[in-house]
């Protein structure tokens, strides 16, 4: 499958309809962050430390989550760090083609999602995903935790499902595509979370809903098929099957440009979803019966969602060029030789099952 020439494409302006605005504790977030990076070797070469501080992940985590208080930004950004480090080693890596190494991760990490500590001698992934669910462990509750815990397995094993459409070179279907992208761009998670920032707890009879989930899909999905626009260039370079204006090219029979339209097209159609959404909440509450103070958390668990979808769509307009060093050239990533890892990126995660004792199986 050869890559797809993007010469000529006319590329679609983002405009931002959610509110956004930076948290004004960011200067005081990056060392804290670089140092938990470092204790858990997440970056453990000056290559890989650079890229990862190119991506602006610290400045990204402030849009995210404004109102959040520096202890808790910390924790969220070591959060959003350990999804970066993971994502490159399945996007950028040989990992996103081994589905046996893809099953033997997800076999790893989601017990430690519910609770099981991390194996003595595990990779560096694991261990410092311990400390991140122990981090929120101690500041959200049982329901939470367990809501965590399954959207990041979610991801897991959306990652299963990628690397066996990539080792095959397997162009998934649209209707096969919208279903499994929620869940491995595990932005539902990340929307979650929102309650760490608000200090508040949302009730489980609304959570779970039907309309809940309805509404964290759509504003998750906004933020997928973005990034799916966004980083082509990227991807084209790469092979990959799993990005929606590929699967839509492939699907429909019709042009690159054409293409990128529609998925541009299907991503800002979901705004109004969420303004229709926003506009059933008060309504969804009478329904649920909540009292004034599970109102005014809900309320505002919710506006915190709309500033976490704002500012992530801000930050991808003012970190755009973060992708332009992956031009059809491969010069400035140091890709290497064919069938190897880009020189910026160690194999962080393990061929072998890590028994709970710490010896692989």
């Not at 200067?27 to 501080?53: C, G, I, N, S």
């Not at 991140?132 to 462990?137: A, R, T």
């Not at 101690?138 to 935790?145: A, E, T, V």
Request: net charge negative; glycine share 8%.
């Amino acid at each position: 499958m050869d890559a797809p020439s993007l010469n000529g494409l006319v590329w679609p302006t983002w405009h931002i309809p959610f509110p956004h605005r930076q948290n004004p504790v960011v200067d005081q977030v990056e060392a804290a962050h670089l140092e938990w990076m470092d204790r858990f070797a997440l970056a453990p070469t000056t290559k890989a430390m650079e890229h990862y501080r190119k991506a602006r992940n610290v400045e990204g985590n402030a849009w995210f989550y404004p109102t959040a208080s520096l202890e808790d930004l910390i924790l969220l950004t070591n959060m959003m760090g350990w999804f970066w480090i993971f994502d490159d080693q399945f996007d950028d890596g040989q990992t996103g083609l081994d589905v046996a190494k893809a099953k033997t991760i997800a076999s790893g990490i989601i017990p430690i999602l519910y609770g099981a500590p991390a194996p003595a001698g595990s990779p560096a992934p694991y261990q410092g995903l311990a400390d991140v669910v122990q981090g929120f462990g101690r500041r959200l509750g049982p329901d939470s935790m367990r809501r965590l815990g399954r959207g990041i397995s979610q991801f897991m094993l959306a990652y299963i499902w990628e690397t066996e459409n990539r080792s095959a070179r397997r162009f998934p279907t649209l209707r096969e595509y919208i279903h499994m992208r929620v869940h491995s761009g595990c932005v539902v998670p990340v929307y979650d979370v929102v309650e760490l920032a608000e200090n508040v707890s949302l009730p489980y009879r609304l959570r779970e809903s039907v309309w809940m989930n309805d509404f964290l899909f759509d504003a998750a999905n906004i933020i997928n098929w973005q990034n799916d626009v966004v980083s082509l260039v990227k991807e084209s370079n790469q092979h990959h099957v799993n990005n929606l204006v590929y699967i839509l090219q492939n699907q429909n029979g019709c042009s690159l440009q054409e293409a990128v339209d529609t998925a541009y097209g299907m991503a800002t159609g979901l705004n109004e979803k969420i303004f229709r959404a926003q506009r059933e909440l008060p309504g969804m509450m009478d329904i649920f019966r909540l009292d004034d103070t599970e109102r005014d958390g809900v309320q505002r668990w919710f506006d915190g969602v709309l500033l976490a979808l704002g500012g992530c769509m801000k930050w991808h307009e003012i970190t755009h060029n973060r992708y332009l060093r992956y031009t059809t050239a491969l010069d400035d990533i140091d890709r290497g030789a064919p069938g190897a890892n880009p020189a910026y990126l160690a194999d962080l995660l393990p061929n072998e099952r890590i028994h709970p004792g710490g010896a692989p199986v």
